[in-house]
């Protein structure tokens, strides 16, 4: 069953500004050739449970190399059925209200 | 000081689709007039704290109108002298990359 | 209406050990009166809208006096006409089970 | 290298009231062996990362098996060379208070 999956990870003690870490990461998650979408808070991916898992873990295992400790959230949505809900979500919403909104899929 | 505020706020007992509630938050986020992106799994807004707030507040009032239960996960992320952050920050990690991904920044 | 509010703050850019900063916030959540339990991963309070945001934004205000970037995660259950749920939702898992837990409630 | 990982798990379209599933989810987490503690919006566990990630993996075959949408909130805390922290955080802010607090470790 695809799922989505919507994480966020951060080392502490690294300093404030923490985006070459977080490049580590979507390094990772391009390489995972799942689809995904990037955003000012966090990264949404989509496949398989076992799939989206192992990429957190290795993004894990990339940032705990040189940052003693790292926090990380992530939020699940699964659903029986469904497919290609990086995007239909989104649309879904727009549907309801008859206009296209600023979101990740380019309106 | 500005703030960025990431939510997604459902409904529980109200049926497993629910994008018509959703859709009255981002009726309400727009109209706030704050900048903000859309998500697969939730919706990002930038401005001072009281603002941002007083946009989720609206929302949970709107979606309690007609339902019992609401459940809602909010992030906050604070950066003094920082603004403009809900495109900078997507903008640093593909620096840091040294090429554009797929993200809300439309890349 | 009463709710549940669970969150977690957290200082970037001061170090792997924040604990200093996370009982600043337990200061203000006790001067608030509002009931409350600390568990390994943040605190849940119980209250009004206004009274558990109102926490949020002291405990905001007092890190960010000498952290630069502050980093929050919040999680709202609403249910009308439902009080007193720090212990009952507990309870009623237990129930559920026919057993006690392991839990902030004491078992 | 152990981590704290707390989560919720929640069936949407089950009706409003799901402690019932939560139940099932707890069973699991008792079953497991690692130590945990729950709480009104959670439950939090210690181990090492495949181990807490196959709990969460397993609570949400079991709740899958009769619901077709269900959502999950996940968070990590891994430091290095530290264990027994599912009580060492809460007493480190007490430390630091001087004082007992209303928390998952019985104060």
Redesign the interface.
Known sequence: ?AV?L?F?M?P??E??????Y??RS??II?ASGL????????T?IEGE?DEV?DVV?RC?EAM?ADC??????????????ATG???S??K??E???GRT????E?S
């Open positions: 069953m989505l919507e966020s951060t502490l003690g300093g404030e500004s923490v985006s070459q977080v490049a979507l390094d391009e689809d995904y979408r990037l955003h000012a808070m966090g949404v449970w898992f873990r894990h705990s003693d400790r790292v926090t990380c959230s992530i939020k699940i949505d699964s659903r029986k059925g809900r990086l995007t979500k989104v879904s919403v549907q309801k209200l909104l600023k979101s990740t380019g």
